[in-house]
Each structure stands twice: as structure tokens, then as C-alpha cells.
């Protein structure tokens, strides 16, 4: 399978798979349980969580870019690393950087108008990068995409992003000896190149605080971090972990967003009344003046066109887990260091979970039915996770669902998107869940409303 398809995990699923309550695959190397059933899932990523540490088969993979960031991290580290990084993303520091999104947001608008003509089809997974790294270097570092060093380091991520799933697939389908050596020296090489840049870029900021001089610079998140002391040492993070958080932050922070907006903008464009209506709140909610998120919570439907996306494509398409000892579970017995999966794509489409659970259908959190969705009684079914659960859920959720609704209402105030005839993109699960061939739209820009 692995050889024969293009490197997906989503190949790996069969019809049974969005049934079943678990799953198990054994292949040379590798003892691979799935687990469907809410109070399981509940099990591994919350009540055990301590018993299912995060397994390491991504972290192998990304290390060389992310260095020991809380993403690949555990135990007493991670719990540091959490601490200090908390901070930055409070509520109350989240709606503190949303003028760089309505910034990048803004040049977003200008760049597609120009190129918005009915008979021209966008790759609109190239654009929604594009703006989702443009989000990530100025809420960061207070850098557009388009300045110098900042660009580069958007060129270096896209060459590692095509070269990181050739190194962290063949792991996932129990190929631990599979080495393609030269994807390899690439995507080191493209880590080397990022970190250097990011360096280049972190260093006079973090001189500059360690100086007493950081007051009057610039309010992003790299100023929180700088700023973040642990509550018992007093100590904050030292330059290397600074580049290890920033790093990682870029790569989960920008890869997800992009993918969840491209699927979003897809879905969209398949039904004319959804974005009419999506239209009408957008021109009545979003105020040209306005630097308040808050504008944001009018906008039910935009949010909730996000909301269903991440249900039918959520960018983290599965979540792996390392069983610390043996255990048992269902009529399963465990051995340790067995894989366990949580995948919010099985989850999210499970047919015992929800109804009509291919359909998108963004007004089914509008019901009062809880058949239509679990989020009534999401704590108690987990049919719903596309952040994760427990301590390790995500960390930047409000940061993407702000930037989400910024993007998906000013999309809908200023272009009409129609689909590409014959073209349907072809889900692939990567790095997060991508089309394997591309998500093409065309566009169309409004006329401006007085
Ligand atoms: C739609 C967008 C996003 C989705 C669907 C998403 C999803 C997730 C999921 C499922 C996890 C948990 C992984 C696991 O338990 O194995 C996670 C972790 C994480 N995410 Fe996100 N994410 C998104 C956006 C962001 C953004 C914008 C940032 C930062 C700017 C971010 C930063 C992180 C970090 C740092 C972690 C690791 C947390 C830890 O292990 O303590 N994510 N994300």
C-alpha cells in the first residue's frame, strides 16, 4: 500500500474502520492499535494521558527543525515548556495581535483581487499558505511575508513540508528501515537553513531583552515568550529554546490553519446560499475600523463553516500515542510500547457518532438535536477533537479559530467562489490532511458596497 499509493495513511482505512470501536494493525516493527470508542479515547488522551505519552514516531522525524519544542517534548520538560508558552496564548494575548491578522488578511484581499477572474482557476491551497504564513511571521515577529529574511524562511518551510511526510510516513506503516537518504539530506538541510534564519531574526530581539531594552519593541508573541518566567525558578527560556518554540510554532501553527482554510473555501464554493448568507454576515459584522476580535462573535455562520470543516477534514488527522506499560483494553491486551491512535478524521466522520456524517452541513450546531452533532454532550461522547484533548490539546485553538473566522468572512465579503467543473480534490493524509491534487476554485471579486 505504501509503495503503491501516494504515500497517504488515509489509503490504510477501510469502510468498517469508520464503524468499528477499535481497530488493531500488526506489521514487522509494529504493534498499531486504533481506538474509536469515546471512553477510550477519553482513556488515552486525558485520564491515562501520563500512561500514553506522545509517541515518537513524528518527533523523529520533524527533530532536526524543531529541536526539543513542546511538540515532540514529554514529562518534566514538556510540562516546563507549556507553562512558559501558556501565557502567550491567553485569550486576552490572542486579541492583542489581531491587527497583524486583519494586516495579513487585508493584503490577502488585495492579492487575490488582482488576480479574481471567472474564467482563471486559483490553486487556493497555495494562496491560503501564503496568507496562514503570512499570519505566523507577523503575529510572531511582527515581520510580513513578503520582508527579506521573512520570506525565505516561507521558501525553506514549503521545501521541508514537501520533504517532512517522506520521512514520517514510512514509520507510520511500520517501515522503520525505509531511508530515503536524499529526502532526507533535503529536508535537514531546509531545518538547517530555517533555523539560521529564524536565529538571524530572533537574536537582536532577545539580546535586547536580556539588556532590560525590550519596553517600546514590538507587541507579538515572540515578546510574551521573551517575557515568560517559570512560576518556581524564575528563569525563562534560554536562545536555543526560544528558536526550538518558534520554530515549531511556525510549522503547527501555519501548516494546520492552511489546510483547514483551503477545505473551508472548497466546501464553501460547492453551496451559493451558504456563502450568500456568509456574505450578508460578513458585510454586516466585519467594520472596516474596527481592531477588536470581538467583531468576530456575530459571525455564527462563518464560524461555524469552520467548524464542520474541521470536522469532515481536520488537518491533524490522527493522533499517536506510545502505551508507557502494558494494558488492557476492550478485549485487547496491550504490550508496552504498543502505538495507540486517536484519529479525529475516524472519529469525526464515525457512524455511530453522528448523523449524516459525510454531509457538511454547517447549521447542524444550530439544532437542539443532539443526534445532528455531540457537542452537547461533547465532554461525555469525544465525538468532536479536531484540537486534541487533555493536557496536550492544543495549545494555539483560539489563535487558529480568530484567524479562521477573519479569513472565511473576508473571503465571503469580497469574492463570489465557484467550483472548478471536474475538479473534486482527492484527500491525502501527509503531514496534515492535504488534496493530493490540489484544491482549485475560481473567483470572482464583489462589487464594493457603498
Ligand atoms: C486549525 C488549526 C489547528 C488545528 C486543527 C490544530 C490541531 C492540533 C492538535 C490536534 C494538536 C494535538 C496533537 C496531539 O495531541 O498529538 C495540536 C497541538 C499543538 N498545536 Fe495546534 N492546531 C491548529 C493550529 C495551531 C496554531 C495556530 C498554533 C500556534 C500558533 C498551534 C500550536 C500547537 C502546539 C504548540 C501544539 C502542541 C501542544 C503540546 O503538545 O503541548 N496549533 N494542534
Known sequence: MFFSKQHSWLDGLYVRSYAM??????????????V????????????????FPKSDLLG????????????????????????????????ARVRHVYGHMQA?????VARLSDRAQVSVAIDMEA????????????????????????TKVFEAFSRYQELAPKMVLPALFGLRWWRPWRGRAKSEAAAVEIRALLVKLIRPRYEAARAGDGA????????????????????GFSFEELVDQVAMLFLAGHETSASALSWA???????????????????????????????LRALVLCRNVFKETLRLFPPVGFLARQAAGACTMRDKTLKADATVVVSPWLIQRHRQLWARPDEFDPDRYESDSSDDHPTAQESTRSGYLPFGMGPRVCIGAAFALQEAALILASMAQHFVLTPVPDHVPRPVGRLTIRSGNGIWLRLRRRETMP
Open 36 to 51: 474509536n470508542e469515546p471512553s477510550l479515547v477519553k482513556r488515552v488522551l486525558v485520564s491515562e494521558a501520563d500512561a
Open 60 to 91: 523523529q522525524a520533524l527533530r532536526p527543525l524543531l529541536g526539543d519544542s513542546i511538540f515532540t517534548t514529554h514529562g518534566e520538560q514538556w510540562r516546563q515548556q507549556r507553562a512558559l508558552m501558556e501565557p502567550a496564548f491567553e485569550a
Open 104 to 108: 495579513a488578511a487585508q493584503a490577502m
Open 265 to 295: 473555501l472548497y466546501l464553501m464554493a460547492q453551496i451559493p446560499d451558504i456563502q450568500e448568507r456568509m456574505h450578508l454576515e460578513a458585510q454586516a459584522g466585519l467594520a472596516d475600523a474596527s481592531s477588536d476580535p470581538s467583531e
Open 216 to 235: 517600546g519593541g514590538p507587541v507579538d508573541l515572540l515578546s510574551y515568550l521573551l517575557a515568560a518566567r517559570d512560576a518556581q525558578t524564575g528563569e
Open 21 to 34: 470501536k477499535m481497530g488493531e494493525l500488526h506489521l514487522p516493527g509494529l504493534d498499531l492499535y486504533m
Open 127 to 150: 494562496e491560503m499558505t501564503h496568507v496562514a504564513a503570512d499570519i505566523i511571521l507577523r503575529t510572531i515577529l511582527s515581520q510580513p511575508l513578503e520582508a527579506g529574511d521573512a
